[in-house]
C-alpha cells in the first residue's frame, strides 16, 4: 500500500471529525489575519477576561512553589472545595474520593468514556448535543443512539423518547443543561421523569454535563445526581472554563461513584499524571467563591440573549425558541433551505453558515456538527456592539437570498 500520510495514520484518528466549533473559530482567524472583518460568533467562550481574584490565587500558587507533580486526581484541598460546592450549588454529597480534576471539563469526559466504553457499547446523546460528545464516545467505540428533539418541544427529551431508545445494550447517557447548543435547562420534574426511567436500567451510568450551571436565566437548577436514587448512577461533570471565563487554564472535574473515579484517575495516570498545578490553585479560588461573583457576567448574558431574540425574531425564515440558559442561539433555519443567492443555492445548514460567513463575515456553526440539520448555532458571548453589527449583516445578507 501506498504510503501516503492517510494511511499511515491510525484509523482512529481517520475516522475522528475536528471539533466544528474549533474548525470555525480557526477560518475566521485565518481570515482576520488576511485583513477580512470577521465577526466570529462561532466558539462558546465567554469574552470577560477571569476574575481578579482568580487570578491573585494563580499568582500565590506559582510563589508558594505549588510546581511538582500532585495527586492525580487533584490537590485534596481542590478536592474538598469542589465537595463543597457541590454540597452548596447542588445538594449533592461527594467525598473527596469521589472527584478527579482534569484539564478541562472535555478531559473528564474522555475519562469517563475511556474507563466505561467497550467496542459496540450504546451510547444515547439527545439531540442536539454538544460536537465532541458524538466523537469522545465514537473514538472509544460506542455506538452513538441519538434521540432527535425539534425546537416545538423547546429541544427536550420525553420519558417516553427514553423509553423506547435505552435497552440491554445501553451503556451510558449524556446530555447537558443548560445545554450546548440549545440553550435548554431541564427542569426538576422534568429529570424526575427521564430518572423514572433510568432507574429501571441501573447499570446504565447518566453522564450529567453541568458546565453551563451558573449561565442559567431560570430561578432554578437541579442536578440529576440529587435524586437519591440516581445517585449512585450518575457521573457530574462540571469546570471553571464558562462560569468563570477561564476556557484558556484547561481546568474541569468529575464527582462520580467512588469505581469510575477511580477508573478515570487510572486512566489520566497514564495520560496526563493531572491537570496544571497553578491551574488547580486559581480553580480553588473559582469553586470556593460565592456564585454571586459572577452575577455580572450572567446578567451581561441575559442582556445579550434578550437583545439577539428580538433581532432575529424579526427576520423571514428564522424561527427561534427562548434559551434559558448557556450562551447560544439555536434557530431553525429550515425555511431557508432550497433559496438562492446568485447562481448558489442554500440546500442546508451548512450551506448558510458558509453563506453568512462569505457574505456577511459573520461565522456561525452549523446545526449538523450538533446532530441537528435543520439549525445554525449563534454563540452570543460577544460585545454588544459586535453583536449589533453581526445582527445588521446577517440581516442584510438574509434579505439577499429569494
Ligand atoms: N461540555 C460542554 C457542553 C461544553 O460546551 C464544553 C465547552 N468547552 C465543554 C464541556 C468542555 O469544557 P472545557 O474542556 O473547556 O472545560
Ligand atoms: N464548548 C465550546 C463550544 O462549543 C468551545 C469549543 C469546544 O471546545 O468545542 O464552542
Same mark, same amino acid.
Given at each position: ?68 507533580? =500532585? $495527586? ?7 478536592? !474538598?472545595? /469542589?465537595?463543597?460546592? %457541590? &454540597? ?50 465514537? =473514538? $472509544? ?7 432527535? !428533539?425539534? /425546537?416545538?418541544?423547546? %429541544? &427536550? ?60 436565566? !431560570? ?17 457530574t461533570v462540571n469546570g471553571v472554563s464558562k462560569s468563570f471565563a477561564m476556557t484558556g487554564w484547561r481546568l474541569g472535574y468529575i464527582g462520580a461513584p467512588e469505581w469510575i473515579a477511580k477508573a478515570c484517575t487510572k486512566i489520566q495516570g497514564q495520560f496526563t499524571s493531572g ?128
Open positions: 500500500m501506498e504510503k501516503t500520510p492517510k494511511n499511515l495514520l491510525s484509523e482512529r484518528v481517520n475516522n475522528l471529525s475536528e471539533s466544528a466549533t474549533i474548525a470555525m473559530a480557526r477560518k475566521s482567524r485565518e481570515l482576520k489575519a488576511q485583513g477580512i472583518d470577521v465577526i466570529s460568533l462561532s466558539l462558546g467562550e465567554p469574552d470577560f477576561n477571569t476574575p481578579d481574584f482568580i487570578k491573585e490565587a494563580a499568582k500565590e500558587g506559582i510563589d508558594q512553589n505549588y510546581s511538582k507533580y =500532585m $495527586a492525580v486526581n487533584g490537590y485534596e484541598d481542590l478536592r !474538598t472545595a /469542589i465537595c463543597d460546592k %457541590f &454540597k452548596r450549588d447542588n445538594d449533592v454529597s461527594y467525598n473527596v474520593n469521589q472527584i478527579v480534576v482534569s484539564t478541562g471539563a472535555k478531559q473528564s469526559i474522555a475519562n469517563v468514556a475511556l474507563s466505561l466504553i467497550n467496542p459496540g457499547d450504546e451510547v444515547i446523546i439527545p439531540a442536539p448535543y454538544w460536537v465532541s460528545y458524538e466523537e469522545i464516545f465514537k =473514538m $472509544a467505540g460506542a455506538v452513538i443512539v441519538p434521540i432527535e !428533539t425539534t /425546537i416545538e418541544n423547546d %429541544f &427536550k427529551i420525553t420519558a417516553e423518547q427514553l423509553k423506547n431508545t435505552i435497552n440491554e445494550k445501553t451503556k451510558l447517557m449524556i446530555y447537558s443543561s443548560p445545554c450546548n447548543p440549545s440553550g435548554s435547562v431541564y427542569s426538576k420534574e422534568e429529570l424526575r421523569s427521564l430518572a423514572d426511567v433510568l432507574v429501571q436500567y441501573s447499570s446504565v451510568v447518566v453522564v450529567s454535563d453541568e458546565i453551563y450551571e451558573h449561565i442559567n436565566f !431560570t430561578d432554578s437548577y437541579f442536578s440529576m445526581a440529587a435524586f437519591d436514587d440516581m445517585y449512585q448512577q450518575v457521573v491537570a496544571s498545578s497553578i491551574s488547580q490553585r486559581a480553580a480553588l479560588a473559582a469553586v470556593s467563591s460565592s456564585p454571586n461573583v459572577i452575577l455580572p457576567m450572567k446578567e451581561a448574558f441575559l442582556e445579550r440573549r434578550n437583545f439577539m431574540l428580538k433581532e432575529l425574531r424579526n427576520i423571514k425564515g428564522i424561527k427561534i425558541n427562548e434559551p434559558k440558559g448557556a450562551f447560544y442561539l439555536f434557530p431553525d433555519v429550515s425555511e431557508l433551505f432550497g433559496q438562492h443567492f446568485d447562481e448558489k443555492t442554500v440546500n442546508n445548514a451548512d450551506d448558510l453558515c458558509l453563506f453568512l460567513l462569505e457574505e456577511a463575515k459573520v461565522a456561525l456553526v452549523t446545526g449538523n456538527a450538533f446532530g441537528s440539520p435543520n439549525c445554525i448555532r449563534i454563540s452570543y458571548a460577544a460585545s454588544m456592539e459586535q453583536l449589533k453589527e453581526a445582527v445588521y449583516r446577517i440581516k442584510s445578507a438574509i434579505s439577499q437570498l429569494n
